[in-house]
């Protein structure tokens, strides 16, 4: 069975002073606290804006050497997608010269993370209004093609890329699914143990339904998780890791550090069934 590694979505958040940071804590800090307890951390930093090498060689340098980090490809890969760029050749054309120099940049930076053997994962997470279509399909193609060589998962918002031939073409390129759990709605993913390529990888959004929608980056996710919610992926993890040499799980539910309420609380419940592997 592979090792399993629990974390969360991001650490540095003020409102973790005090249900998990050391009150008089500063940002600066952070990261060496949360490497103290965990051994993943996901940046989603990396969404908004470019890394850059010099911020992932201090990472580095801040914690110790069996400390990895799953990084979230920048917005201009996944999200910035206009219907006039999915209509018009003149604007795919300038939006694929975009998409090549951005992943360039981004890989680019990665490497310092690559060369120090920390980069457990690059996220590839498209939104909800990512349909399953030509189009899309060829977009998601170019971007693993463009990041080649880098530890690719992608997580898709959308349960029409829940089939099986998707996973095949995953297994074929060597790029991994994230599995997921978030609310049942209609049209969301629906929890699974599709185990497709290294690394594995789960996350959990939390199931908050009535700000799914409608709510922000804060509020979407504010939801702690139950010991029998927790329980209902020990299964599913169970099967994944007999297959995978590694799998991430990254609680994306950060508000109040639920996050790391969660990880720290399926972290116990897995040893208790006898996943001893678990970092």
Known sequence: MGNILIGTSGYSYDDW?????????????????????????????????????????????????????????????????????????????????????????????????????????????????????????????????????????????????????????????????VNVDEPSLPRLPVPGDTFTADPAYIRFHGRNAANWWQGDNTTRYDYLYTDEELSEWIDRITEIVKKAKLLLIAFNNHYKAQAVKNARRLRVLLRDRGLKQVL
């Open 17 to 177: 002073i005090g249900p998990f940071y050391p009150a008089g804590s500063q940002k600066r800090d952070f990261l060496d606290f949360y490497s103290k307890e965990f051994k993943l951390v996901e940046l989603n930093y990396t969404y908004y804006s470019q890394p850059k090498p010099s911020t992932f060689a201090g990472m580095v340098r801040r914690t110790e050497d069996d400390f990895l980090f799953a990084v979230k490809a920048h917005r201009s890969l996944t999200h910035d997608l206009t219907k006039d760029n999915a209509r018009n050749t003149e604007g795919i054309t300038r939006n694929t010269e975009g998409i090549t120099r951005s992943a360039q940049d981004f890989k680019m930076a990665l490497q310092v993370l690559s060369d120090a053997n920390r980069l457990a994962a690059v996220l590839l997470q498209f939104p909800y209004s990512f349909h399953y279509t030509p189009e899309n399909r060829k977009h998601l193609d170019q971007v693993c093609r463009l990041l080649s060589g880098l530890p690719l998962t992608v997580e898709f918002r959308n349960s029409e890329w829940q089939r099986e031939q998707v996973y095949q073409a995953m297994r074929e390129r060597g790029i991994s699914l």
